[in-house]
């Protein structure tokens, strides 16, 4: 498994087929490259094959979110999230603020997260 904590080279099409198999849905792939150009992707690669990746979006010094954390399923419970999930600590400049998926909240707690401020949304 290879790790890398910027991966500027992120390619939208492999996030998308990542994305596919976690979150099903409709994406765009104009939109999804222009996204992961604004976050620092942190990626687990199995060979060629991404298998892993958490975005961070952050500014810098006052905040810092995880947009989200994907792991195929096929490969989860390998420690790839978990991974992923502390070299996003190690690196990002602020403390990360981000909303967990219902029934993955044992994961989050496992790997030292500490619960937090109640989410809300506005929606488009």
Same mark, same amino acid.
């Given at each position: 498994?290879? &790790?890398?904590?910027?991966?500027? $080279?992120?390619?939208?099409?492999?996030?998308?087929?990542?994305?596919?198999?976690?979150?099903?849905?409709? =994406?765009? #792939?104009?939109?999804?490259?222009?996204?992961? !150009?604004?976050?620092?992707? #942190?990626?687990? /690669?199995? +060979?060629? %094959?991404?298998? +892993?990746?958490? %975005?961070?979006?952050?500014?810098? /010094?006052?905040?810092?979110?995880?947009?989200?954390?994907?792991?195929?399923?096929? &490969? $989860?419970? %390998? +420690? #790839?999230?978990?991974?992923?999930?502390?070299?996003?600590?190690?690196?990002?400049?602020?403390?990360? =603020?981000?909303? !967990? $998926?219902? +029934?993955?909240?044992?994961? /989050?707690? @496992?790997?030292?997260?500490? @619960? !937090?401020? $109640?989410? =809300? #949304?506005?929606? @488009?």
């Amino acid at each position: 498994m290879e &790790y890398k904590a910027d991966d500027k $080279q992120l390619d939208a099409a492999k996030f998308l087929d990542l994305a596919e198999k976690v979150w099903p849905g409709s =994406y765009d #792939i104009v939109k999804t490259a222009e996204a992961v !150009s604004k976050t620092v992707n #942190i990626t687990a /690669y199995d +060979g060629e %094959r991404l298998v +892993g990746c958490l %975005r961070v979006l952050t500014d810098g /010094y006052f905040f810092g979110t995880i947009t989200e954390l994907l792991v195929l399923p096929e &490969y $989860q419970g %390998r +420690g #790839i999230g978990s991974r992923l999930l502390k070299m996003a600590s190690d690196s990002a400049p602020t403390m990360l =603020y981000f909303g !967990s $998926q219902p +029934g993955v909240e044992e994961f /989050y707690e @496992k790997n030292g997260c500490k @619960k !937090s401020l $109640q989410s =809300y #949304i506005i929606e @488009k």
